[in-house]
């Protein structure tokens, strides 16, 4: 099986991304892995790391349909889905389509609005389809969910409760940069506040739609031995052993994160997936599905730390 085009592909996305977006390396590999993957990838960090940016800018190398939903308190969830308007002059209802209708849809503070327009997006994540008035619409393929919060803010959030965490194939934390890359966006942004157009910075599409569902195939054919695949299971079987977790990983949790390990494997250029990607996925794919348990939380312990503790004593195929 030829893999070479899934190399050249991450390689041409780095380098688009690149044109506007200093750094963020491992945010750009996890939101292709999740693409290629079927999955949504949450976004964690605070104001001003370019998540909004990175999701525009990897639309934009993909020649994505892309659109933005800025949640706030208020949203309602026909804002997002849409709804069906009656034209006073065909005395008939329209569907108005809201703007989940797209291929890469950016909930942006997704965190804002209320549980009950966040459940707006269950159907559309798990299924790629919406129900308004009782009908069925899919949505895609591809279609894709990047959201993004703002880890540092509470007054006026709504936590994403667990049902609507585990749509998410992953959760990604965006650290400051380096000070070598913060003095890179100085120099490139620094003469404006308005947030960079991908398209006038000069990305390019590197794919195009028909393209992208080949590459998808590929991944499906990456080959996932039984070793791996008891590796993968184990792995998320201790985390509901763990002491310090109250809720450990779920059976759509493990076949989530082999999913991403085929993708990832082929994105590195092999047709086999070894242990190092599933390691590697291990805690974006399962931080966000675990509960620490109240006496690990009054220890000061975090769900990155005892996914790392787990990760390390789980005994890994040769």
């Given amino acids: 099986m030829d893999v070479e085009p899934l190399v050249a592909l991450r390689a041409r996305v780095a380098e688009q991304v690149g044109k506007v977006v200093v750094g963020q390396r491992e945010a750009v590999d996890l939101m292709?892995?999740?693409?290629?993957?079927?999955?949504?990838?949450?976004?964690?960090?605070?104001?001003?790391?370019?998540?909004?940016?990175?999701?525009?800018?990897?639309?934009?190398?993909?020649?994505?349909?892309?659109?933005?939903?800025?949640?706030?308190?208020?949203?309602?969830?026909?804002?997002?889905?849409?709804?069906?308007?009656?034209?006073?002059?065909?005395?008939?209802?329209?569907?108005?389509?809201?703007?989940?209708?797209?291929?890469?849809?950016?909930?942006?503070?997704?965190?804002?609005?209320?549980?009950?327009?966040?459940?707006?997006?269950?159907?559309?994540?798990?299924?790629?389809?919406?129900?308004?008035?009782?009908?069925?619409?899919?949505?895609g393929p591809p279609f894709m969910v990047i959201a993004t919060q703002n880890p540092i803010e509470q007054q006026g959030t709504y936590p994403l409760p667990e049902a609507q965490l585990d749509r998410f194939l992953f959760k990604h934390r965006l650290d400051y940069p380096t000070r070598d890359e913060e003095l890179a966006v100085v120099a490139r942004h620094g003469a404006g506040a308005v947030m960079v157009d991908p398209k006038a910075a000069g990305v390019v599409p590197v794919v195009e739609g028909a393209q992208l569902a080949a590459l998808k195939a590929i991944v499906e054919d990456v080959r996932l031995a039984d070793d791996i695949v008891a590796y993968v299971v184990d792995l998320v079987r201790a985390t509901r052993e763990h002491p310090s977790l109250q809720f450990g990983g779920s059976p759509r949790a493990a076949a989530m994160l082999a999913s991403s390990a085929r993708a990832l494997a082929a994105l590195e250029g092999r047709d086999f997936v070894l242990p190092d990607d599933v390691k590697r996925l291990a805690v974006p794919a399962l931080r966000h599905r675990l509960v620490l348990a109240p006496s690990a939380e009054i220890e000061g312990q975090s769900v990155d730390g005892v996914l790392t503790q787990i990760i390390e004593r789980q005994a890994a195929p040769r």
Avoid: W, Y
């Fill in 32 to 139: 292709l892995v999740a693409l290629l993957a079927d999955g949504h990838i949450l976004l964690e960090g605070v104001p001003g790391v370019a998540k909004t940016l990175l999701a525009r800018t990897l639309a934009a190398s993909l020649a994505l349909q892309f659109s933005r939903i800025q949640f706030t308190p208020d949203l309602m969830p026909g804002d997002v889905i849409g709804a069906s308007i009656f034209n006073f002059q065909t005395n008939a209802f329209v569907l108005t389509r809201g703007p989940i209708f797209t291929q890469l849809l950016l909930a942006d503070e997704i965190n804002r609005t209320p549980p009950k327009t966040q459940a707006a997006l269950l159907e559309a994540m798990q299924e790629r389809s919406v129900t308004i008035d009782g009908h069925s619409h899919p949505l």
